[in-house]
Antibody, heavy 118, light 108 residues
Framework: QLQLQESGPGLLKPSETLSLTCTVS??????????WCWIRQPPGKGLEWVAT???????YYNPSLKSRVTISVDTSKNQFSLKLRSVTAADTSVYYC??????????WGQGSLVTVSS | DIQMTQSPSTLSASVGDRVTLTCRAS???????VAWYQQKPGKAPKLLIY???NLESGVPSRFSGSGSGTDFTLTISSLQPEDFATYYC?????????FGPGTKVDIK
């Protein structure tokens, strides 16, 4: 059974860089036809797509975040990562990693709460 | 940019009710990029329906999806206690996702 697990600091100060890693187990991150992404959800609010990556290195970003976001993949570790620079309180969210297969998100991590506070 | 809206924002219903949730796109979209998710408090979303009308494996058959163009619906034929949750739709096009704001189904 495929499993995704987010990891990274839970508390950041304004202007710092958010760094999260998603570890994929039970399957290969290099599987043909799948992509990997980050979704975030501010407390009590809806879902927002952040970024997508393919194991080949192709990347896609939410235009509203593109200037601050980098997504990367490490196939040797079966992981992909997210960096979000210059965070503010508005970036406080639960960050989920997920698998994209056939235009839908069929596997999700449990989520990682990142709080930005001085 | 394509915007997604969902209605109603909150729906109060009883066990056994048939409920219909609506997702509307700001312009015509491909149904292949429309999916529905169920989210319970403190949990990750769970895929219910993909490509607008296909039931994800393991999802009860009381869930169904339909629609085309700009209007899509999720129907629960007989609401069960475990179905009280928030439901999200999205559209996926050119590697970009846009989610709807969600519909919360609560107990009447």
């Amino acid at each position: 059974q495929l499993q995704l697990q987010e990891s990274g600091p839970g508390l950041l100060k304004p202007s710092e860089t958010l760094s999260l890693t998603c570890t994929v187990s039970g399957g290969s991150i290099s599987r043909s036809g799948v992509y990997w992404c980050w979704i975030r959800q501010p407390p009590g609010k809806g879902l927002e797509w952040v970024a997508t990556i393919h194991y080949s290195g192709s990347t896609y970003y939410n235009p509203s975040l593109k200037s601050r976001v980098t997504i990367s993949v490490d196939t040797s570790k079966n992981q992909f990562s997210l960096k979000l620079r210059s965070v503010t309180a508005a970036d406080t969210s639960v960050y989920y990693c997920a698998r994209i297969y056939g235009a839908s998100l069929d596997y999700w991590g449990q989520g990682s709460l990142v709080t930005v506070s001085s | 940019d394509i915007q997604m809206t969902q209605s109603p924002s909150t729906l109060s219903a009883s066990v056994g009710d048939r409920v219909t949730l609506t997702c509307r796109a700001s312009q015509s979209i491909s149904s292949s990029g429309v999916a529905w998710y169920q989210q319970k408090p403190g949990k990750a979303p769970k895929l219910l329906i993909y490509k607008a009308s296909n039931l994800e494996s393991g999802v009860p058959s009381r869930f169904s999806g339909s629609g085309s163009g700009t209007d899509f619906t999720l129907t629960i034929s007989s609401l069960q206690p475990e179905d009280f949750a928030t439901y999200y739709c999205h559209q996926y096009n050119s590697f970009l996702f846009t989610f709807g704001p969600g519909t919360k189904v609560d107990i009447k």
